[in-house]
């Protein structure tokens, strides 16, 4: 089992930053990758980054540039730094890691105001 708490998620104004993590804990040595996805109202959730355990990324076009996804393995703590935020990076952003099972956060929300 894995358990994953996100923190970070808050309101800020269009061309602002912030910075989601996601702390793991149980059985983390099993976890292949982790990322983030994010769900809007209406929408689908859809990816948003992942790294892997060996640190490679990848990013959904429409944030390439803008976000960088970061992993502490010490901390077993996935970082996701968002920057020049606009009003469509708004939703509900959820932290993901996949072993065996997928394993999913609480989610936080993420609010950009124009």
């Known amino acids: 089992q894995v358990q994953l708490v996100e923190s970070g998620g808050g309101l800020v104004q269009a061309g602002g930053s912030l910075r989601l993590s996601c702390a793991a804990s149980g059985t983390i040595f099993s976890i292949n990758f982790m990322g983030w996805y994010r769900q809007a109202p209406g929408k689908q959730r859809e990816l948003v980054a992942i790294?892997?355990?060996?640190?490679?990324?990848k990013y959904a076009d429409s944030v390439k540039g803008r976000f960088t996804i970061s992993r502490d393995n010490a901390k077993n703590t996935v970082h996701l730094q968002m920057n020049s935020l606009i009003p469509e990076d708004t939703a509900v952003y959820y932290c993901?890691?996949?072993?065996?099972?997928?394993?999913w956060g609480q989610g936080t929300q993420v609010t950009v105001s124009s």
């Open positions: 993901h890691a996949s072993s065996a099972s997928d394993y």
């Open positions: 790294i892997t355990s060996g640190g490679s990324t």
